[in-house]
C-alpha cells in the first residue's frame, strides 16, 4: 500500500492545474527553467552526476531529472502529481532523454522499498509545499546510499523572505502565480539543518539562491535569507 499521508492535496491540484506548461519556459515554471543550470552545476561540482543513481524527490515536470539524465545519470524522479509526471514522461519521449523514470509513489514509501539505494537524492523547491517537511528529510536520508548525497533547495521564512518571495514574486513581479507559497510553511534554515540531523545527514555546504529581477540573473552565494540550498551528505561509517 502507497503510503500518502504526508501530502496537501490543494498543493498537488496547483501543480497539476498548471502541468501542461510544465516545458514553456516563458510560463509560470520560467523561474525553475532559469535556476536549473545553477542548481546542476553545483549539484555537479560536489558529486559528478555521471553513472550516478538518482532520485529526485517532487520532480514536477522533469526539469531537474531531465537535466541529470542529460548529464549521464540513471535517474528516478517521483512525484504525487499524475499530470506532472505524465507531462514529465512525455518531455522525456519527445526529448528522447536517457535513462529517466517517472513514477508516482510517495518519498516515505519508495524509502521503504529502496534504502540506501540511490547514490544522490535531489528534492528542490518541494519541502515548504508538504505538511511535514520532516519526514521527507528522513525518507530522503534513508534513500541514499552510506557516502552518498542529499541536496535540498526550499524557501527560508523571515520577513524578507515574505516581501522577495510572496510579495514581490508573487504580486509585484508576477514571476510567480498568487497562492503558490503559503508563508508558514517556509522552512528556516536551522529547522532544516534540525531535521538534516535528526536523520543523520550531515550538512557539507549552504548556499544562498539570488535574484536581480532588472538583469533577470540568478545566482548563488552565501547569503541564506529568501532562497536555499543545502548539499548534505549520508556519513559512510554510520551504525543504521
Ligand atoms: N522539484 C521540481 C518541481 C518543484 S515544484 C523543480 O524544482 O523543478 C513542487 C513539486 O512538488 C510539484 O511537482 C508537486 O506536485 C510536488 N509535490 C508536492 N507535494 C508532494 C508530495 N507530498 N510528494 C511528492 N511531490 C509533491
Redesign the pocket.
Known sequence: MTSTS???PA??AK??DLAHRWWDKESEFRP?HEI?PLRLDWIGQLSPLAGKRVV??????G??ADAMARKGAEVLG????TK?LRVAQLHALEAETPNVQYREI??ESLAAEQAAGFDVVT????LE??PEPAS?VRACAKLVRPGGWVFF?TINRNPKSFVFAILGAEYILNLLPRGTHAYAKFIRPSELARFCRDAKLELRQPRGMQYNPLTRRYWLDDDPSVNYLFATQRPLNQGA
Not at 56 to 61: E, K, L, V
Not at 78 to 81: E, K, Q, R
Open positions: 504526508n501530502v496537501d498543493e498537488l501543480f497539476s525553475l536549473n529526485d524527490i517532487g520532480c514536477g515536470g526539469i531537474l517521483i512525484d504525487l502529481s506532472s510517495s518519498a528534492c528542490m523547491e518541494m509545499h508538504v521527507i533547495s
